[in-house]
């Protein structure tokens, strides 16, 4: 009878599995209790309820897919937050299609911007109006939260699973968490997601960081936000 053979980088790996699994699933957990949001978002009472609704849930993205699991790996396997894709350094430059694919990607989102299913669902924030204040308060809080969302998926899962599985099996394994992940926003994104969550894995690997996928992300993030905004006939900008 064979012998199991346990070591650190499998250790690894099912930490790093469990520890995406139970960070994602406390952060869809806490962003659904809109009663509490509610309630909380009286003490705020510049937002209205629901811009405040969707700010929170961005902070509980940044808390649970970010800083807890970051404590908990660092903390357990006594490594720096650099190992996970947080370093400033690149293993190596981006790829020329890295920068070429940016056109193409705003290309995407501003043909569907403004289609009828796209303005159902965002701008995500659904205030008629919208200030100078509250454009770059939603920016900021969208490029921090896809900092912690690209964090656990092409930094804690993926570097995890890469020092037990070759490249393809834990890129395969990241997009398909990866898709999962987008089942409640509708076929649409979750189809989308599975392309650009192989791209976003291959740029990590390459360049040994998460920087190139939280800046590819931002970009879609934002320029989505924007666009959908001008296209959307019940808001506007308010800027003075």
């Not at 490594?79 to 981006?94: D, H, K, M, T, V």
Request: one cysteine or more; aromatic letters at 14%.
């Amino acid at each position: 009878m064979g012998t199991l053979h346990w070591n650190p980088e499998d250790s690894m790996l099912v930490a790093g599995l469990l520890t995406s699994v139970a960070g994602f699933g406390l952060y869809r957990t806490f962003s659904r209790h809109v009663q509490h949001i509610f309630r909380l978002s009286t003490r705020f009472p510049a937002l209205e309820p629901q811009a405040f609704q969707v700010l929170l849930q961005r902070v509980w993205g940044i808390l649970f897919l970010m800083i807890l699991p970051l404590g908990f790996v660092t903390i357990c396997f006594d490594l720096a937050p650099s190992y996970f894709g947080l370093g400033a350094r690149f293993l190596r430059p981006p790829p020329l299609w890295g920068f070429l694919i940016v056109p193409v990607l705003l290309a995407v989102v501003f043909l569907l911007s403004s289609s009828p299913a796209n303005l159902k669902k965002y701008p995500q924030i659904r205030s008629a109006t919208w200030t100078r204040g509250l454009l770059v308060f939603s920016a900021i809080s969208w490029v921090v939260f896809l900092v912690a969302y690209e964090f656990l998926f092409r930094g804690l899962l993926l570097f995890s699973s890469i020092t037990v599985l070759n490249s393809w099996t834990a890129v395969i394994l990241n997009v398909t968490l990866y898709a999962f992940a987008h089942i409640y926003k509708g076929l649409p994104e979750l189809l989308l997601s599975i392309p650009f969550g192989f791209i976003l894995c291959y740029l990590t690997l390459v360049t040994g960081n998460i920087w190139c996928a939280v800046a590819l992300h931002s970009i879609i993030a934002l320029s989505s936000e924007w666009l959908s905004l001008k296209a959307h006939p019940q808001m506007k900008l308010a800027i003075k």
